[in-house]
């Protein structure tokens, strides 16, 4: 039994040393680093509320088409990028066609119906100038020539009228960005005011959040909010603030501009950083301190032996160069502030500057 349980434990080992990543609390070879170490100390800073968020596309369109028949050319896919002006599907245009075909007849026999009655015009003019039939008579031949003009130009809008919904069978991509639905597939039947694609740009990223009345009433637009997700905190922009509450939770939307390169996808649920009205008691420390070891955020803390320990902490706001705590650290202990990549836990430190946090 004790050989079993040696053989498991030489595997584990074997398979910890394969790893290219040492999990936060993996003894290494004993060193001493030479290091920064502060002592931290309670203070008063803002405090701050967080409300989750969720991250959408500012832009974004659902496509359809203005036409009613059966769907074709349907290529793109769900997560496919599209540029601007490409083609995405067709609607088959029969009826359409049909109506061009109509009008462009139409067109036709009014500008024959022009052609004779101008040539009547001309000839009755003659015969007019030359007081050789009546007023009357000449009266109901300039009639019946503005009234052919007028009905070739209402012809030839009808064909344009027509040519223009031809268009609209063709359907292409407003903007450049990225199919996020599929509502039908080739051969279903379109119909006026029904999807068919959403497309979004992921370019530009908003966060829409709910925060309640009090918190409402201590933003303004313009006002920068951080904005946490996994650890990674982003700075976002205050974009709307809509005034009117839900009625049932009586809390407000609120929506964020977020940066270009803010690297999160629509869909991603975020943590929203409300300031609070007052200051509250907190732990801050530099932000350098704070490391991410196996996705586990933390700082190595100098226990009484001058030995490093590795210790997982909740990271909040993060403001000024400095990061606040929300567990893990407590006011008295001393915690490494520098020469970070080169410790490790169990390792011994040697202050080479002491100071409060």
């Given at each position: 039994m004790k050989k079993q349980i040696l053989a498991m434990s030489v595997v584990i080992s074997l398979g910890l040393a394969g790893c290219g990543e040492k999990p936060p609390h993996a003894a290494a070879a004993a060193q001493t680093v030479a290091a920064q170490v502060i002592t931290l100390a309670a203070g008063q800073a803002q405090g701050y509320e967080t409300v989750p968020g969720t991250v959408t596309a500012s832009q974004e369109v659902q496509l359809g088409s203005r036409l009613s028949g059966y769907?074709?050319?349907?290529?793109?896919?769900?997560?496919?990028?599209?540029?601007?002006?490409?083609?995405?599907?067709?609607?088959?245009?029969?009826?359409?066609?049909?109506q061009v075909a109509q009008a462009q007849a139409g067109l036709?026999?009014?500008?024959?119906?022009?052609?004779?009655?101008?040539?009547?015009?001309?000839?009755?003019?003659?015969l007019y100038d030359a007081q050789a039939i009546p007023q009357k008579q000449w009266d109901q031949v300039q009639s019946q020539y503005?009234?052919?003009?007028?009905?070739?130009?209402?012809a030839r809008a009808g064909t344009g009228s027509a040519a223009a919904q031809l268009r609209y069978a063709r359907v292409r991509a407003p903007f450049s960005g990225v199919i996020t639905q599929k509502m039908l597939q080739n051969g279903a039947l379109v119909a006026p005011g029904n999807p068919v694609l959403t497309l979004a740009n992921p370019q530009q990223l908003e966060v829409e959040c709910s925060v309640g009345e009090r918190a409402f009433a201590r933003l303004r637009p313009g006002q920068e909010l951080q904005v946490d997700n996994d650890g990674k905190t982003i700075t976002a922009t205050v974009r709307d603030l809509v005034p009117v509450s839900d009625p049932m939770t009586?809390?407000?939307?609120?929506?964020?501009?977020l940066p270009a390169n803010s690297g999160l996808q629509a869909g991603s649920f975020v943590q929203v950083q409300v300031p609070e009205s007052g200051a509250t008691a907190?732990?801050?420390?530099?932000?350098?301190?704070?490391?991410?070891?196996?996705?586990i955020p933390g700082v190595f803390v100098v226990n009484q032996q001058g030995v490093a320990e590795y210790r997982m902490v909740r990271p909040g706001h993060v403001s000024d160069g400095k990061v606040d705590i929300l567990s893990g650290l407590a006011p008295g202990e001393r915690i490494v502030v520098t020469?970070?990549?080169?410790?490790?836990?169990?390792?011994?430190?040697?202050?080479?500057?002491a100071a409060h946090g």
């Amino acid at each position: 039994m004790k050989k079993q349980i040696l053989a498991m434990s030489v595997v584990i080992s074997l398979g910890l040393a394969g790893c290219g990543e040492k999990p936060p609390h993996a003894a290494a070879a004993a060193q001493t680093v030479a290091a920064q170490v502060i002592t931290l100390a309670a203070g008063q800073a803002q405090g701050y509320e967080t409300v989750p968020g969720t991250v959408t596309a500012s832009q974004e369109v659902q496509l359809g088409s203005r036409l009613s028949g059966y769907l074709r050319g349907l290529q793109v896919h769900v997560g496919e990028q599209v540029q601007a002006g490409q083609l995405l599907f067709e609607v088959d245009p029969a009826e359409v066609d049909s109506q061009v075909a109509q009008a462009q007849a139409g067109l036709a026999q009014a500008e024959a119906n022009f052609d004779n009655a101008q040539s009547n015009y001309e000839r009755f003019k003659k015969l007019y100038d030359a007081q050789a039939i009546p007023q009357k008579q000449w009266d109901q031949v300039q009639s019946q020539y503005e009234m052919a003009k007028a009905q070739v130009a209402a012809a030839r809008a009808g064909t344009g009228s027509a040519a223009a919904q031809l268009r609209y069978a063709r359907v292409r991509a407003p903007f450049s960005g990225v199919i996020t639905q599929k509502m039908l597939q080739n051969g279903a039947l379109v119909a006026p005011g029904n999807p068919v694609l959403t497309l979004a740009n992921p370019q530009q990223l908003e966060v829409e959040c709910s925060v309640g009345e009090r918190a409402f009433a201590r933003l303004r637009p313009g006002q920068e909010l951080q904005v946490d997700n996994d650890g990674k905190t982003i700075t976002a922009t205050v974009r709307d603030l809509v005034p009117v509450s839900d009625p049932m939770t009586h809390s407000h939307l609120v929506k964020l501009s977020l940066p270009a390169n803010s690297g999160l996808q629509a869909g991603s649920f975020v943590q929203v950083q409300v300031p609070e009205s007052g200051a509250t008691a907190t732990l801050r420390i530099p932000a350098q301190a704070l490391l991410q070891r196996a996705g586990i955020p933390g700082v190595f803390v100098v226990n009484q032996q001058g030995v490093a320990e590795y210790r997982m902490v909740r990271p909040g706001h993060v403001s000024d160069g400095k990061v606040d705590i929300l567990s893990g650290l407590a006011p008295g202990e001393r915690i490494v502030v520098t020469q970070l990549d080169a410790v490790n836990n169990g390792d011994r430190i040697v202050s080479v500057g002491a100071a409060h946090g």
